[in-house]
């Protein structure tokens, strides 16, 4: 893995909560993503950044914020979770560049009760 | 909206054989990606194809690419049971933003 980590692994909550979830990467990228994975629907992005305190909404904001005060860590936060944010997150880091791969993180799985 | 769909959305075949699966998209794009994930993990690159390009190959994978009919598809030859995953391709529109399909399931059966 490229050094792309991600924290917790699993978390379980009640819907009303705050929750936040970490990504943190060593490889000095510029370029940082958070996406959700459901079946049937594939990854969906839901926010990116690129540069620290530069971000933009993806394609399923609505309900999640996130925030980056260094390069190596990308924080997305839900501010009320609700049992629809059950999934899996992934972060993903690159995507630009000549090769313009992105190199995924283990995935968070977060459970909304 | 998803940008990118894979058919079929699950494959079995026996080990050996080959082993194609397809994408469609919408709208014009830059490149386009193929990702491979394991069960329980995350996505892995395996190939980019430019949009000014119909076919490139990477050891065992073939990748082609239609823009005039918005498609791809992917070979994977000689299949081994360790390609058993989910692959998923991906658009970049942007730049700046990927999308991705909702996979194909293949299991290679030893």
């Known amino acids: 893995d490229a050094g792309i980590t991600q924290s917790p692994r699993h978390k379980v909550t009640e819907t009303g909560t705050p929750v936040t979830l970490r990504c943190h990467q060593t490889?000095?990228?510029?370029?940082m993503y958070w996406y959700r994975q459901d079946p049937g629907h594939g990854l969906r992005l839901i926010h990116y950044?690129?540069?620290?305190?530069?971000?933009d909404k993806g394609e399923v904001s609505d309900g999640y914020s996130v925030s980056r005060s260094k390069t190596e860590d990308f924080l997305l936060t839900l501010e009320s979770a609700t049992s629809s944010q059950t999934s899996v997150y992934f972060c993903?880091?690159?995507?630009?560049?000549?090769?313009?791969?992105?190199?995924f993180g283990p995935g968070t799985r977060l459970t909304v009760l | 909206s998803q940008q990118g769909e894979e058919d079929p959305q699950a494959l079995s075949i026996q080990e050996g054989e080959n082993a194609t699966m397809n994408c469609s998209y919408k709208t014009s794009i830059n490149n386009l990606q193929w990702y491979r994930q394991n069960s329980g993990r995350g996505l892995v690159h395996l190939i980019l194809i430019r949009s000014n390009e119909r076919e490139k190959h990477s050891g065992r994978l073939r990748v082609t690419l239609d823009t005039s009919k918005k498609s791809s598809s992917l070979l994977i030859t000689a299949s081994r049971a360790a390609d058993t995953a989910s692959y998923f391709c991906?658009?970049?529109?942007?730049?700046?933003?990927?999308?991705f399909g909702t996979g194909t399931s293949l299991t290679v059966i030893p």
């Open positions: 991906a658009t970049d529109r942007s730049g700046n933003q990927f999308y």
């Open positions: 993903a880091i690159g995507g630009q560049g000549a090769h313009n791969e992105q190199f």
């Open positions: 490889e000095n990228h510029r370029y």
């Open positions: 950044s690129y540069g620290v305190k530069d971000t």
